[in-house]
């Protein structure tokens, strides 16, 4: 079942670069996703939705990240968070039940995690969250939070300081609730279209039945801490798999079409190019089948133990290294008409260059992957 029709992602990528160059959300690709039934897609049907797996939803996300790098990483989010959802009801945490009744009701999830300068990310906050009436209230910074015109839900985390030590607390905002603010500060250099505006927490407060979760920092078993890393590095990567499938389908068709003065032929027939666009190939060919073992795991409820983290971190970096390595070959075999903003290559490559600083990055997999080997580090005695 796929929700992306020929004619939908047709639509949408002729529309991606005058999101792109007016730094807008495209508010008609989402009426056309929200049409589509794609923001309940991966609701369990006896929530309502159509019971896509994460296998599928990774496979549709790549799909519409061939169309348009932005509309998918915006839309990504809330894939993430309605994941999430999922993962909660499969692992008992009945909180998960309200994501999906809302995803199914057409709410558009946020996700407010990122911190200014805070290099834990999901495994520790700088935001304050003071208990409150069975709640919480939270006073923080959060950036990059894509969505930030439209969505009407928006998970967030803070820091709360117990007799039992310093919990993470995870609640869900809503967007009639008081005491935030959004800031229209996004001018990136790429992935312009998620308008991923940050976000001041001003004493917001999440009542208690909207809390999902109050665990300790770190990475965690948690379902919460878990379901969120998951998903999120397994449709990231997915994202960008399209973004890297697209760049060697462009350079395809440009050489295609330019012809060599030199040779009398197109540059299809240059055994150089040739051999730059296959590499460009190779390299996306080697990211599907990592996101889709990990995908189909996560779906069957397979236990890699301490390793999961690791596995998962190492898939979103592949993906993305991979992407980026193709776009420049991509970008090399159709010359210098490609650096011109109109190219979509051009796009391309700066929405590539995202996945460089989106969790986890280089710093943090390869520090797991040595604890993983090796052990922690030991101190000197």
Known sequence: MSFLTPDLLARIHE?????????????????????????????????????????QVAAEQTALAKAAPGTALGINMHQIIVGLGRYLVAHGNPRGEQILRDAAAGELFGFGISEPGNDLVLFGSTTRATPTDGGYSFEGTKIFTSLAPVWTRLLIFGRAETEDGPKSVFGIVRRDDPGYSIQDDWDALGM??????????????????????VTDPGPSADPVIFGIFAHFEILLAATYQGVGERAVEVAAEHVARRRSVKNQTTYSNDPDIRWRIAEAALLMNAVGPQIRELARDIDAGVDRGRSWMPQLSAAKNAAAEATLRAV????????????????????????????????????????????????????AR
């Open 15 to 55: 529309r991606a670069a005058a999101s792109d160059a007016t730094n807008t959300y495209p508010e008609r690709d989402l009426a056309d996703l929200r049409d589509a039934g794609y923001l309940s897609a991966f609701v369990p049907t006896q929530y309502g939705g159509a019971g896509l797996t994460l296998t």
């Open 192 to 213: 312009r279209a998620t308008q991923s505006m940050t976000t001041l927490l001003e004493g917001v407060r999440v009542p208690a039945e909207r809390i999902l979760t």
């Open 328 to 379: 420049e070959q991509a970008m090399r075999a159709c010359g210098g008409s490609a650096y011109y903003n109109t190219h979509e290559l051009s796009r391309l490559y700066r929405d590539a260059l995202a996945g460089l600083f989106q969790p986890s990055d280089q710093e943090s997999l390869h520090a797991a992957w040595a604890n993983l080997i090796l052990g922690p580090i030991e101190t």
